[in-house]
C-alpha cells in the first residue's frame, strides 16, 4: 500500500511537513510529533507506545451495502458511505490495530471525557476522481500534521500521519465508487479524534461497573482512552448554480478566539459557541459572522472560514491581505494554498492567468477602520473566506454598527483577485493541473 504523486511515484508516502513557514512551532514542543512516543498522564513522563499501523489493518465488508443517492440530491454532510476506519487507543498499549468497518453508531460511556470535557477534534478534507478515473487526496500532509497539533493542545495522543493516511488510503479504495462522477462533486472526509471509552454491545449501563469504571473519573485530565476515527460523505459542489456572494454580520458581541486560546486549533469546542452568533446573524438577514476581536475590531475569519481582503494602495497596486498566525487563526490548508499560489505568481515561479503582474501578499493585522477607509476611498477590491468546503466564498457587504459597508463583485459573483486563485486550486483539485499537492489514492 502506498500513496504516490501525480508527477513521480516514489515508494511510499515520504513527505508530511508543511511546505510553508506559516506552520509555527508552538511552546508545546515537538515531542508530541514522534509517532511511538506518548505521555504517562499520572507523571507527565514520556513513554513509549505502539504506534498506527497499516499492515495491521483489517476489513470487514459490509453485507448491506446501500444505494447510492442521485448526485442532484446531495446535501453537505447528510449522506454517508457504507464504510469507516476505527482505530483505538489506551494508555497502557497505545494505538490497537486498525479496522474498517460498515459504517454504524458508536457506544459511548456515560464517563467518556467527550461528553464531559469536549476533548475531541476533527479534519475535513476532500477525495477527488480525475476524469481518467485516478482518485487524490489534496494536500493531506497539512491536514495531518495540523491534526496532530490539535491532539497536542488537548492532550489527546499523537499519531504518525503517514500510518494514518495508509488506512485512509484503504478506506477511500473499498468506497471510492461512492464518490460522485459529475463534476465539482467529491468524497468529503472527517477524521475525528476523542477521548473517550467504548462499552460493549451486549454491555448492561446499569450493572457493568467494570466497563464504566475503566475510565472511572469525572475529574479534567488527560483521558487514558481515546478512539480515532473516520466517515467519508459524498458531496456535490458548494455553489451549484453559480457563485453567490454572501453578506457578513461583523459580529461585536461575541468573539471566536482570543490570545492564548484554542483558535489556531480544530477542535470540537471551538465550534459549538458559534452557533448562537450564527442563528443571531441569520435573524439580521446575514448568511455567516465576520469574527471581530478587541476595541479596534480586527478581522479574524469569516464564520468557519479563514479570510482575506483586497486593497489597493494609493499607487493602484492590490495588496492580498490575511490575518497572521498569531494563535486566534486556524492555520487553513486552502489558507495556505491561496497565498502560495499568489507568492508563486509574484516570484514568477508561476504566474496565473488574469492576476495582475504586481501584487502585494501580506500576513498582517486588519481591521474595520482599515476596511471601511478603503472602501470610502475606493480602493477596496473585494473580500473573501476560504475553506474545505467552499474552496473560495465571495462577500459582497458586511454588516457594521448599524450600516452595511459594500463589498465590490463582479458580474460572476468573484473578485479580479480571487477567480484565478480560485480556477487554479480547482485546476489543480480535479486533476486539471498536475501538481505535487495531489496525491493519488486510487488509479
Given amino acids: 500500500m502506498s500513496f504516490a504523486r501525480l508527477r513521480s511515484t516514489p515508494s511510499r508516502f515520504t513527505r508530511l511537513t508543511a511546505t510553508r513557514s506559516s506552520w509555527r512551532p508552538t511552546a508545546i514542543g515537538s515531542r508530541y510529533m514522534s509517532q511511538d512516543v506518548g505521555q504517562d498522564s499520572a507523571t507527565g513522563k514520556a513513554v513509549a507506545s505502539l504506534g498506527i499501523e497499516p499492515s495491521r489493518l483489517t476489513i470487514t465488508k459490509t453485507t448491506s451495502p446501500k444505494e447510492l443517492p442521485p448526485s442532484k440530491s446531495l446535501l453537505f454532510g447528510r449522506t454517508f458511505s457504507d464504510h469507516m476506519l476505527r482505530i483505538s487507543w489506551t494508555e497502557a498499549n497505545g494505538w490497537e490495530a486498525p479496522n474498517i468497518v460498515p459504517f454504524s453508531t458508536i457506544n459511548l460511556s456515560p464517563s467518556a471525557t467527550v461528553l464531559h470535557y469536549a476533548q475531541s477534534l476533527f479534519e475535513g478534507m476532500k477525495a477527488y476522481r480525475h476524469d481518467d478515473g485516478t482518485v487524490t487526496l489534496f494536500r493531506p500532509d497539512m491536514n495531518m500534521k495540523r491534526m496532530n497539533t490539535s491532539a497536542q493542545r488537548v492532550a489527546l495522543p499523537a499519531f504518525d500521519g503517514n500510518a494514518l493516511l495508509e488506512c485512509i488510503k484503504e478506506l477511500i479504495s473499498l468506497d471510492r465508487h461512492w464518490i460522485p462522477k459529475e463534476s465539482g462533486h467529491s468524497l ?10 467504548t462499552l460493549p454491545a451486549d454491555a448492561n449501563t446499569e450493572d457493568n461497573d467494570a466497563a464504566v469504571g475503566t475510565n472511572g473519573t469525572l475529574g479534567v485530565a488527560p483521558p487514558s482512552e481515546a478512539l480515532l476515527f473516520v466517515i467519508t ?9 453559480g457563485f453567490k456572494p454572501v453578506p457578513l454580520h461583523g459580529t461585536t458581541e461575541y468573539i471566536r478566539a482570543a490570545p492564548g486560546g484554542t483558535g489556531a486549533y480544530k477542535l ?7 452557533v448562537v452568533a450564527q442563528k443571531s446573524a ?15 475590531h480586527w478581522l479574524t475569519e469569516v464564520g468557519t472560514m479563514n479570510l482575506f481582503a483586497v486593497i489597493k494602495d494609493k499607487d493602484g497596486i492590490s495588496e492580498l491581505i490575511t490575518p497572521p498566525l498569531d494563535g ?9 494554498s491561496v497565498l502560495a499560489l499568489a507568492r508563486n505568481h509574484v516570484s514568477g515561479v508561476k504566474r496565473l492567468q488574469g492576476l495582475p503582474d504586481i501584487i502585494k501578499v501580506s500576513e498582517r493585522p486588519i481591521n474595520m477602520g482599515e476596511i471601511i477607509q478603503s472602501s470610502k476611498e475606493g480602493r477596496l477590491v473585494e473580500l473573501f473566506g476560504t475553506g474545505t468546503a467552499a474552496v473560495v466564498t465571495p462577500v459582497d457587504r458586511i454588516g457594521y454598527n448599524g450600516g452595511d459597508v459594500m463589498i465590490p463583485t463582479g458580474e460572476d459573483g ?13 485546476g489543480i483539485q480535479t486533476g486539471a493541473i498536475k501538481s505535487d499537492w495531489n496525491y493519488v489514492v486510487a488509479q
Avoid at 188 to 197: A, D, E, K, V, W
Avoid at 233 to 241: E, K, Q
Avoid at 328 to 336: H, K
Fill in 188 to 197: 468529503y472526509i472527517r477524521p475525528t479524534l476523542s477521548g473517550y471509552f
Fill in 233 to 241: 460523505s459524498p458531496v456535490g459542489p458548494y455553489y451549484p448554480r
Fill in 268 to 274: 470540537a469546542a471551538n465550534y459549538a459557541p458559534g
Fill in 282 to 296: 441569520a435573524k439580521q438577514g446575514y448568511a455567516q459572522n465576520l469574527w471581530l476581536h478587541g476595541p479596534e
Fill in 328 to 336: 486566534m487563526i486556524l492555520p487553513g490548508v486552502t489558507r495556505d
Fill in 414 to 426: 468573484m473578485g479580479p483577485i480571487s477567480k484565478p486563485l480560485w480556477t487554479e486550486l480547482v
